[in-house]
Structures are given as C-alpha cells and as structure tokens.
C-alpha cells in the first residue's frame, strides 16, 4: 500500500513551513545539521544533506516541533487514520549535487526494523523521486516531490529518496504507529 495525496494542507500553511526554514529574523531558521549520509548507508556518496530530528523518544525535540507535526495530522484527520504513537519526526534537507543532470537513487532502506507506518511530506518541488521497491529490489513505485504532496506507505516496504539537480529537496518524515485498520476510500 502506497498512497499520495496533494494539498493536504493550505496554501498559506505549505509556505509557513518554507518561512520557518528561513535563518533571518524574526523567523529565527529552523536548526539543521550536515550528513554525510541522509539513510544511514556510508557507503553512497549521493546521501548527504541537512537533517534535524523534530521528533523521538517520545517527545518533542524543539519549539518548531508542533508546526512541522501539522502535515501528519492533517492528513491523518482527512483519511480517519487514529494515530497510536509518533516514533520519530525528521526534517531533512537536500541541496542539488553539481555536476549532476540526473537524479540519483539513495540506497534502498526501512527505516525502522518494527511493523510502523511511514509519511513522507514534501515541502519544496523537486525532481529527486522517492522510490519504492519489492522484497526483490525491482522499482515498483515513484512518487515526485511536490510542494504540499503527502506520501503514505507501509513502513515494511522498501524505498530510496534520490539526489536533486533542479531545487532544493526538504521534506518531513514521520514514523508512526496507528491504531486501527486502512481501509480504502473510494
């Protein structure tokens, strides 16, 4: 199951989430911290990025933190999803890589190794797709980033962000648990 929706929130609330990204006052920027590698894997020069944990261990990690949980609750809302437990919230950022026409795949990953489900909200347009794959590593599925697009899966399926070329790639990613069944909307 991977499900993307546009627009699940306001105009006004898309670019209040771009406004909190910038450093010059009042806004004061929200705090991001180089990575050589956004997934984890050292071993793909094509991870690296700005990141910030808003969200782990149960808690809130700093005062941004209620603003960047509006897309995920939004779309919960909009889909009756009932939310059991937020595991972790990231902001990450990723710059176009020089030299480059063409986006590269990240290295294909779950983010976590319990049953939970994933939310990626994308802030920015961007070429830079997020992939998604079968237990086989065959492509099944992409999704491209679209201010205000809202991707849903299961965590247990595979999947690879990719490099940019054409704008900067910011994006939310929320791990959570639910506590009742997806049902389809027709």
């Known amino acids: 199951m991977i499900k993307y929706f546009d627009n699940i929130l306001s105009p006004y609330l898309q670019d209040d989430l771009i406004t909190m990204l ?14 050589p590698n956004l997934t984890g894997d050292f071993k793909n020069k094509n991870e690296f990025g700005f990141g910030s944990d808003f969200f782990s261990d149960g808690k809130l990690i700093n005062h941004f933190g209620n603003r960047l949980l509006t897309p995920l609750y939004s ?10 437990e937020i595991i ?5 950022l990723q710059l176009p890589r020089y030299g480059t026409t063409e986006p590269l795949p990240s290295s294909p990953h779950r983010d976590l190794d319990i ?10 347009d961007s070429d830079g797709d997020t992939i998604f794959y079968n237990d ?15 991707v849903f899966f299961d965590g247990n399926i595979l999947h690879s962000g990719s490099s940019c070329t054409k704008n900067i790639r910011v994006f939310l990613n929320y791990n959570f648990t639910i506590n009742n069944e997806i049902r389809s909307r027709k």
């Open 22 to 35: 910038n450093p010059r006052p009042p806004h004061g920027g929200y705090p991001l911290f180089f990575t």
């Open 75 to 84: 779309f919960l809302n909009s889909q009756d999803i009932v939310l059991k």
């Open 88 to 92: 972790r919230g990231r902001l990450s």
């Open 115 to 124: 049953p939970h489900y994933v939310a990626i909200y994308y802030v920015t």
């Open 136 to 150: 086989d590593m065959i492509e099944i599925k992409r999704v491209t980033p679209k201010k205000g697009r809202i």
